[in-house]
């Protein structure tokens, strides 16, 4: 079946830094791709969806100047964190949709802001 | 925005029970998944159905769309089914999906 991969598991930095999170699918082209942010014991949040190519559409409240999204190719897509700051703690996980419109969903990336 | 409601929001069973969690959206859909989220984060798609019902193994999953409800059936619970259910949908106007608040699921042996 598909894979989506991402890199890093886990990540712990200091408040102020910036954290670069990538999503990649291994076996297929990503038609578009999704970053969903997680706070524990809650349920999956839509930040932005993004399209190879163009700009991320991000979703009300979320800052497109904090969390920066680049989707250069179709099978890898980053988002970096800027100025991290301890509430941006969180599970942040990617999915992938491929051409026949599956979704497939990223193992995760747990960020630790100190 | 569609809305997305789970029920039991938890579930505690003996390893071996039966249980149904239900899931009731607001609006038409063109996409309905059912998944688990295991311990370490991981969501790990189980059926894919927007209508109609599905057998896997011990899951089974039943939508009937023109009542805006989907229920997941998890026969001879093991204590390895513990962890988060949730349901997604896609209305048809978008791309997004959208995820209920989960079932949190504990089987005991």
């Known amino acids: 079946g598909a894979v989506v991969s991402q890199h890093p598991s886990r990540v712990i930095c200091k408040s102020g830094t910036s954290v670069k999170i990538e999503c990649r699918s291994l076996d297929f082209q990503a038609t578009t791709m999704f970053w969903y942010r997680q706070f524990p014991k809650q349920s999956l949040m839509l930040m932005a969806t993004s399209n190879e190519g163009s700009k991320a559409t991000y979703e009300q409240g979320v800052e497109k100047d904090k969390f920066l999204i680049n989707h250069a190719s179709l099978t890898l897509s980053t988002l970096t964190v800027t100025s991290a700051h301890p509430e941006d703690s969180s599970f942040y996980i990617c999915?992938?949709?491929?051409?026949?419109?599956?979704?497939?969903f990223g193992p995760g990336t747990r960020l630790t802001v100190t | 925005g569609i809305q997305v409601e789970q029920s039991p929001p938890d579930l505690i069973l003996q390893e071996g029970a039966n249980s149904t969690l239900r899931c009731n959206f607001s609006d038409s859909v063109n996409n309905l998944q059912w998944f688990h989220q295991n311990p370490w984060g991981q969501l790990i798609n189980l059926f894919y159905i927007p209508s109609g019902t599905k057998q896997n193994g011990r899951l089974s999953a039943t939508t009937v769309a023109t009542e805006r409800y989907s229920l997941l059936y998890i026969s001879s619970s093991q204590t390895t089914d513990s962890g988060v259910y949730f349901c997604?949908?896609?209305?048809?106007?978008?791309?997004?999906?959208?995820f209920g608040e989960g079932t949190q699921l504990t089987v005991n042996p």
């Open positions: 997604a949908v896609q209305e048809t106007s978008g791309s997004r999906l959208t």
């Open positions: 999915s992938a949709r491929d051409r026949g419109g599956g979704r497939y």
